[in-house]
């Protein structure tokens, strides 16, 4: 039998150093990419109910992998499970269970449960250890690699959290399966902001293959997993708590960021089309300021119009007044002394962060540019 691909990763990060493994039905095998397996008490799996009900054969197939005692826990899908309410609710049903810190957790889902369950596995007896097994190509590419963990304030997304770094994140394509088109598009607008930001020679190949990657062909698919997140690893290994570098990731993000609080994190826009509609609004942005040309925005609209990816206000029926806009830019997390800084372009694969420091300069672009 023929082995099956699998690339591997390093998250280099001295005694918190991690491998991402990527390849296809991993899932069946998953105790292989778990390093020390044999050494923990009890397994706690944690899903929401989409998840498993669209993946059930696979989380069955995780369970029979161990021979030791499954605990399982699900939650409601979606943004509005990331709350106080759904933390305390899982950790209090998981200490009932009386685990102890030598207990795993492994997280199957897309960001949200990353983002929950590693926070819950941060405070569960002051820190146990967690898998990421993320199941969006959204988780995939972005928010399961980091140790980025949170739940979300009514001031605004991923205001509460910490740094929690996995002991490994096991990327099996074949569940992106499960996913319907809209999914796919939103983790789509993570994949571009990483050639956007750093490599364009990534930018000119997504412009080739960006339909192959929204039609899952696995070659395409896994070259753009494996790109996303190397650029990536290499930015958390240099700054891991977001001190500096590390804010490059969050182009785009100011902006949709707001959008999606301003949408009361509802179906109405998810957080892959906030993303689309933010990088859309940082380009023209870097424009209206003259650091890059107008051909930037030019070549982003192209792309995403022929793949049929919507990324105006209008396309999502959000209509938001300068003043609300900027009073939610300022929950932003890269707010500092009431400045709002914004990762903006010089040329495709040149960011660089901005602060502003007159507001009127940013009311005067939303007043030419929120459509």
């Given at each position: 039998m023929a082995m099956k691909k699998i690339n591997t990763l390093n998250v280099k990060l001295k005694d918190r150093s991690?491998?991402?493994?990527?390849?296809?039905?991993?899932?069946?095998?998953?105790?292989?990419?778990?390093?020390?397996?044999?050494?923990?008490s009890k397994i706690i799996i944690i899903t929401d109910k989409t998840v498993y009900k669209n993946l059930n054969k696979k989380i069955k197939t995780v369970e029979s992998n161990f021979s030791k005692k499954i605990l399982k826990f699900i939650v409601p899908q979606g943004e509005k499970t990331k709350s106080f309410f759904y933390l305390e609710s899982l950790v209090e049903k998981i200490l009932k269970k009386k685990i102890d810190r030598n207990s795993l957790i492994l997280c199957i889902g897309g960001g949200v449960i990353?983002?929950?369950?590693?926070?819950?596995?941060?405070?569960?007896?002051?820190?146990?250890?967690?898998?990421?097994?993320?199941?969006?190509?959204?988780?995939?590419?972005?928010?399961?690699?980091?140790?980025?963990?949170?739940?979300?304030s009514k001031f605004g997304k991923n205001l509460i959290g910490s740094f929690n770094q996995p002991i490994s994140v096991i990327i099996s394509t074949d569940t992106l399966q499960t996913l319907d088109m809209r999914q796919l598009k939103s983790g789509y607008a993570e994949i571009l902001k990483y050639s956007l930001i750093k490599?364009?020679?990534?930018?000119?190949?997504?412009?080739?293959?960006g339909e192959k990657i929204l039609s899952l062909n696995n070659n395409v698919l896994s070259h753009s997993i494996m790109t996303s997140c190397s650029i990536k690893s290499k930015i958390v290994s240099l700054d891991e708590k977001e001190y500096g570098i590390r804010e490059l990731?969050?182009?785009?993000?100011?902006?949709?960021?707001?959008?999606?609080?301003?949408?009361?994190?509802?179906?109405?826009i998810n957080h892959g089309e906030a993303i689309f509609i933010g990088m859309f609004?940082?380009?023209?942005?870097?424009?209206?300021?003259?650091?890059?040309?107008s051909k930037l925005v030019k070549l982003y609209s192209d792309h995403l119009e022929n793949l049929g990816i919507l990324y105006k206000l209008k396309d999502y029926n959000i209509s938001i007044t300068t003043k609300k806009f900027i009073e939610l830019l300022k929950y932003d997390k890269k707010v500092k002394a009431n400045k709002i800084k914004f990762i903006l372009l010089k040329d495709i694969g040149k960011s660089f962060s901005y602060t502003i420091e007159d507001e009127k300069i940013l009311s005067k672009f939303f007043k030419e540019n929120l459509e």
């Open positions: 991690y491998p991402i493994f990527i390849g296809k039905n991993l899932i069946e095998n998953i105790n292989l990419y778990i390093p020390e397996v044999n050494n923990f990353g983002d929950l369950v590693g926070l819950v596995s941060s405070l569960l007896l002051r820190g146990i250890k967690f898998v990421q097994i993320p199941t969006t190509l959204l988780a995939q590419v972005d928010s399961s690699v980091g140790g980025k963990t949170s739940i979300n490599n364009k020679v990534f930018f000119l190949w997504l412009q080739k293959n990731l969050n182009f785009g993000h100011t902006f949709g960021h707001a959008l999606e609080l301003v949408s009361g994190y509802s179906k109405k609004l940082a380009l023209k942005f870097s424009c209206f300021l003259g650091f890059c040309d």
